[in-house]
């Protein structure tokens, strides 16, 4: 369905032709309808399929252009998707000249109270900054119409319950609530219950969560294998633009600074880094300046960059969703993309439970030999060559390149150009990854994610569990 079709207006139609988009997504054609005939919306969907602006143009079609005080409060589990979020919204809202304004954790709260000053109309933020705000009387919401719920589960499973209960008491009782997360547990309707009016409920159908646009494999291999063969693996696959998944920030820690010493343009994120160098990182990765971005799943959370080839998931989830969320980092806007799961093998029960929920086997990969990397290597090195000598004005050097001719040998200077080009010996540069604790044997088949207690609700080192959580409820700011 094309946007015109939607009931937007014109300035928005304008910013979505800007934006480049052609076609709704199922997401944004079942959803926005609902949202400008003024409903509360249940909606399912995963990053990348398009939410933000499902619910980001209805909202700034519905906001008062004259009235420069918060109208709309949007509610995100990380600092990166809430600046992702205002991002993308400011771009949308430009022929609106909509005031959009994140407020998070980490950024000096001084400067966000400056600019709530000037006028804010859209506000984006991470729960405990949000409350922080509201509890230090610097945001007036008496003027809020709209409240947006993001990656719900996700915060759920952070522990930011009683904070977003908080945020909403806060909130005019007459207001319209809109909520969006990936899965759908019993929490989440009951949230639905508790403080929205008639949720209509959209839900991507599970074959829509994850596309065939993604080859998913997976290797079996012991712990200490992994790095081995996932470089291997690299250098065969070339890929343009990867995610590599770890389940710590230890192991991403050391699984970046492995790469790096291999001489991969490679860096790491997650939560212990300062907001700053976050930010830097995933600039430079937008920006293609990175090849590699190792990272934890809640500091990759919501991130929307395209371009993703692959991602590699160096230590299986426990959470089956968190799957679906990792390889929905790629195989985006029509184009492939491919993802490799690393398997110990008494995680094998795991990847079954994944492959339940996904309806999809994933195939598996036999580790490739050093051999077969070096000539991956080799390959890639051929295609940079013919780029480079593509794009040379190799007149301009011919004279030098003849005395070099005449004082090697053609051979000789291939051959060290290659070697340039390529990694060095492995064994030359020995990287040690410290083993991680496996995970916990499923106890019985379809106890996996029904009990959260069991699952540890996902702590993997950036979380904190329910019980913390309730006893510092403003861990993020």
């Excluded at 600092?79 to 998070?104: C, D, F, H, M, P």
């Excluded at 969006?180 to 829509?208: C, N, W, Y």
Aim: charged share 30%.
């Amino acid at each position: 369905m094309k946007f015109g079709d939607l009931g937007l207006d014109r300035d928005l139609l304008k910013a979505v032709d800007r934006s480049g988009f052609e076609e709704a997504t199922p997401i944004q054609e079942q959803t926005i309808p609902l949202v400008l005939a003024g409903l509360d919306v249940i909606g399912q969907a995963q990053t990348g399929t398009g939410k933000t602006a499902a619910f980001g143009l209805p909202l700034l079609q519905h906001l008062d252009p004259d009235l420069h005080e918060v109208q709309a409060v949007i509610i995100s589990p990380t600092r990166e998707l809430a600046v992702q979020t205002q991002e993308e919204i400011y771009r949308l809202g430009k022929e609106k000249r909509a005031r959009v304004q994140a407020v998070y954790g980490g950024a000096n709260i001084h400067r966000q109270i400056k600019a709530l000053n000037r006028g804010t109309q859209i506000l984006v933020g991470t729960p405990g900054r949000l409350l922080d705000h509201i509890q230090r009387k610097t945001v007036d919401l008496r003027h809020v119409q709209m409240l947006v719920l993001d990656e719900a589960d996700e915060m759920l499973d952070m522990g930011f319950v009683e904070d977003i209960e908080n945020i909403i008491h806060a909130l005019p009782a007459q207001r319209q609530t809109l909520l969006f997360s990936a899965t759908m547990p019993q929490q989440i309707l009951r949230i639905g219950e508790r403080f929205m009016h008639d949720p209509q409920i959209v839900k991507i159908k599970a074959k829509e969560l994850t596309t065939d646009l993604v080859d998913q494999y997976f290797v079996k291999a012991k712990d200490y294998e992994k790095f081995e063969i996932m470089t291997r693996l690299i250098d065969i696959q070339a890929p343009d633009l990867t995610i590599v998944f770890g389940r710590t920030k230890r192991r991403v820690d050391e699984v970046a600074r492995g790469l790096e010493a291999r001489g991969y343009n490679a860096a790491g994120i997650h939560g212990d880094l300062t907001q700053q160098r976050r930010m830097e990182i995933l600039r430079k990765f937008k920006e293609g300046q990175l090849d590699i971005l190792v990272a934890t799943d809640v500091a990759a959370r919501g991130l929307d960059i395209s371009g993703v080839t692959h991602v590699y998931n160096y230590d299986i989830p426990q959470d089956p969703e968190s799957y679906v969320h990792r390889i929905g980092r790629t195989g985006r806007a029509g184009k492939h993309g491919v993802s490799v799961t690393f398997v110990t093998p008494n995680e094998m029960d795991y990847l079954r439970v994944i492959e339940h929920l996904t309806k999809k086997r994933m195939t598996p990969l036999k580790p490739p030999t050093e051999h077969e990397a070096f000539i991956g290597q080799l390959a890639t090195a051929f295609e940079d060559i013919e780029k480079l000598v593509n794009n040379t004005d190799t007149d301009k050097f011919r004279d030098q390149a003849e005395q070099l001719l005449a004082q090697y040998d053609a051979l000789d200077l291939v051959a060290a150009m290659l070697n340039n080009m390529t990694k060095d010996d492995p064994e030359k540069v020995p990287v040690k990854i410290t083993p991680e604790r496996p995970l916990p044997r499923r106890r019985k088949q379809g106890s996996f994610h029904k009990n959260r207690r069991y699952s540890g609700y996902r702590n993997n080192g950036d979380r904190r569990s329910r019980t913390f959580n309730k006893k510092r409820k403003h861990f993020n700011r």
